[in-house]
């Protein structure tokens, strides 16, 4: 009976040690996947011209959504982002005092299917330091997080509005509010 019981212990011992290996390896896997799904890739694209890089079919259909807005279509800049298999996204600012008002322009963002996931008023005006719109790739989504920066009312302060792909549109997913310094550069403190 004692040996019995001794291999008993031997086997719940040996068991025990395997588990833990098991749960020590499934807790790195985890600690390692959340700490690459935080990372993103910030890429910096530039404004282009609309007719110079937006397919006519798609710039067609985007100036007849403001009919009874006359657009000088030359005037129009985009920031082209292309998408790994699955087409390019257009951010359109259409650079118009039509379609401007007391919060900002209206900017839309469309694939180069033809669909709009995105239409948000901005205000362009902010400290030379920052940028307007951000684009932050996620290895793990199919489109990229897009972050719009707005001056807020306090002096030294931005806010960050980031909206991010889901069920086939842009939905906000969150904002933070970011301290800049006199010079215009991005503090130490940002809160969500």
Known sequence: MEKELRHKIIYFQILFILLSCVSIAIFVWMLNRASSINKTNKIEYSWQNAVDIVPQPLLTQVLSSFSKTKLDKKSIKVLKIPLTGAGT?????????????????????????????????ANPQLPSSQQLIKVENDSFEPLPCITFSQQT?????????????????YVHFYETWTTIDQAGEQGENENN
Do not use: A, P, W
């Open 153 to 169: 009312t306090m002096k030294y302060m931005v806010s960050r509005n980031k909206y991010c792909f889901e069920t086939g549109r």
């Open 89 to 121: 996204l257009f951010i359109f600012d259409f650079r118009s005092s039509q379609l401007c008002g007391i919060g900002g322009c209206l900017y839309q963002v469309y694939h180069s299917e033809g669909k709009r996931f995105l239409e948000i008023i």
